[in-house]
Nanobody, 115 residues
Framework: QVQLVESGGGLVQAGGSLRLSCAVS????????MGWYRQAPGKQREFVVT???????NYADSVKGRFTISRDNAKNTVYLQMNSLKPEDTAVYYC?????????WGQGTQVTVSS
């Protein structure tokens, strides 16, 4: 249905910033929402933020005030600006799209925050 490719991960010191990108292609269905999730080693994948097609945004409490989701419809790209990063933000970050027909996931991008 939809192909998602994340980029922008890397190694950063605590307090630093990164911007993740999620390029969306092969769009054959109407996407209702896009989101970012993350999975730390030994933990379950967790919700970070979502943005609906109407622009409604919902953040996890752990990232409120530090992370910002945005999208560029012309480029079919969703971004995650991450500021004031903490070691506990270390995880593989995944992009997800949701439609009437189901969800699609990207391959993930590693974010490592050193203390």
């Amino acid at each position: 249905q939809v192909q998602l490719v994340e980029s922008g991960g890397g190694l950063v010191q605590a307090g630093g910033s990164l911007r993740l990108s999620c390029a969306v292609s092969r769009i054959s269905v109407s996407i209702n929402a896009m989101g970012w999730y993350r999975q730390a080693p030994g933990k379950q994948r967790e919700f970070v933020v979502t943005i609906t097609s109407r622009g409604n945004i919902n953040y996890a409490d752990s990232v409120k005030g530090r992370f910002t989701i945005s999208r560029d419809n012309a480029k079919n790209t969703v971004y995650l600006q991450m500021n004031s990063l903490k070691p506990e933000d270390t995880a593989v970050y995944y992009c997800k799209s949701s439609s009437y027909f189901g969800d699609s996931w990207g391959q993930g991008t590693q974010v490592t925050v050193s203390s």
